[in-house]
């Protein structure tokens, strides 16, 4: 089963900032790699697949970049709506697909 | 508009089972698959399984293996999960998500949620 490690477990930024979360595998995943932003209460929404394809409705302000084992999600400007937590997930290797363990992006 | 509905929460004992159901609309739900995944409270995301609507193929996770079953209904676009001898660390909300026919990939659009309370 594939790791994945998310870094850093919280982040502070203030609105209008940019933001820079990692998302680490344990082994190659290639590109087949997601990124989901999960608000209180709510399921979680697809933001990027394929380590850098923003998912339909997606701002351009979310970005994926990365391949085999080293993934980013930038935020290039925060706003309000975006401090949420974030998870990363692999798909490349499955059965199982497995996620990492989230970082909760909190105002400063 | 894509749409997939949940079923209600649920408060069971424990060894008792549950059956949650996943109501999908504004796509064709022979082309796609269903992924459930699960959520503990304050916990990260764990997968579940996988069921393909295209021809009912299944994945399921080891740990839980023995103890789920997916399913799907075509004639209602509608995908069930059921899990059997529940225990205290079930406790979950449980979405149902759409994923590949194929294999489990990424997903695209995910249900509302299920809280499943397991509890004496």
């Known amino acids: 089963e594939i790791v994945m490690t998310q870094s850093p477990a919280t982040l502070s930024v203030s609105p209008g900032e940019r933001a820079t979360l990692s998302c680490r595998a344990s082994?190659?995943?290639?590109?087949?790699l997601a990124w989901y932003q999960q608000k209180p209460g709510q399921a979680p929404r697809l933001l990027i697949y394929?380590?850098?394809t923003r998912a339909t409705g997606i701002p351009a302000r979310f970005s994926g970049s990365g391949s085999g084992t080293e993934f980013t999600l930038t935020i290039s400007s925060l706003q309000s709506e975006d401090f949420a937590v974030y998870y990363c997930?692999?798909?490349?290797?499955?059965?199982?697909?497995?996620f990492g363990q989230g970082t909760k992006l909190e105002i400063k | 508009q894509v749409q997939l509905v949940q079923s209600g929460a649920e408060v069971k004992k424990p060894g008792a089972s549950v059956k949650v159901s996943c109501k999908a609309s504004?796509?064709?739900?022979?082309?796609?698959?269903i992924s459930w995944v699960r959520q503990a409270p304050g916990q990260g995301l764990e997968w579940m399984g996988w069921i393909s609507a295209y021809n009912g193929n299944t994945n399921y996770a080891q740990k839980l293996q023995g103890r789920v079953t997916m399913t799907t209904d075509t004639s209602t676009s509608t995908a069930y999960m059921e899990l059997r001898s529940l225990r205290s660390d079930d406790t979950a909300v449980y979405y149902c998500a759409r994923d590949n026919y194929d294999s489990s990939g990424y997903l695209s659009r995910w249900g509302q949620g299920t809280l499943v309370t397991v509890s004496s």
């Open positions: 082994q190659s995943v290639s590109s087949n």
């Open positions: 997930q692999q798909y490349n290797n499955w059965p199982p697909p497995t």
């Open positions: 504004g796509y064709t739900f022979t082309s796609y698959g």
């Open positions: 394929g380590a850098s």
